[in-house]
């Protein structure tokens, strides 16, 4: 059985780390005016999913 | 009559991959700075931390046929603040205390620290024209005192944290200030003053 927050959460830190490194290695220029927002929805989904799931369980 | 089957109980093998990830993480983290203090490497926390936050998200999708990893979800969380934080004060330069003295003329751009302390003492600045300086600092504080009667223009802004400048505050996420001193345009020298940080605190004194 997949655990969907374990690979939820996985995507979602892998492409945050590759667009944060890529900001530090100066290939694109992240932003900081949705940056924060945008953290707060990906917190938010990740509070919801782990939600459903325990509803599920 | 025979005792009802008790399940065996389930290996925790949750914690320990969270706790061994946090470890490799911690050893690596420990030895760069090692490094860095040996002056061997300069530790560039805005490449260090995206990267560790990838590692935690390719172990988290290995573990997808294990039980919810939630140690190793809260340190993905604190990664990506952090990252984030280390991209808005963009941090680079080393860690520790350090205090600049401008005595001259010249522009200070671009100075900056990773976590720490960098105080620039403007204070004895004898300017002949406008002067720009910038500086950045990742995770700490941020110090920057004036000289008495040269107009300064200051744009300061912090990630999360606090930003004071001249006797003017404020703080939380996505804090900013701007302060221009009267007569500041039209001034023959003056100073114009950019500084940012991801974490913490930027103080403008006179």
Known sequence: ?57 | MSEPETPAPEPRSGASLAGIALGVLLIVAGGAWLLDTLDVVEISFDVLLPAALVVVGVILIASARRHRQGGLIALGVVLTVLSAAASAGDVGGGVGQRRIEVTGSEPLRDQKLGVGQLVLDLSGIAPTGPVEVSAEVGIGELRVELPEDLPVRVHAESGIGQVEVLGEQDGGFGSELDHADNGFDSAATSLDIELSIGIGEVTVVR
């Open chain 1, 1 to 57: 059985m997949i655990d969907r927050i374990n690979v939820g959460a996985g995507v979602f830190f892998v492409l945050a780390g590759l667009v944060f490194l890529l900001d530090g290695i100066e290939v694109i220029a992240v932003g900081t005016a949705w940056l924060w927002p945008l953290l707060l929805i990906a917190l938010g989904t990740a509070l919801v999913l782990a939600g459903r799931g325990r509803r599920d369980s």
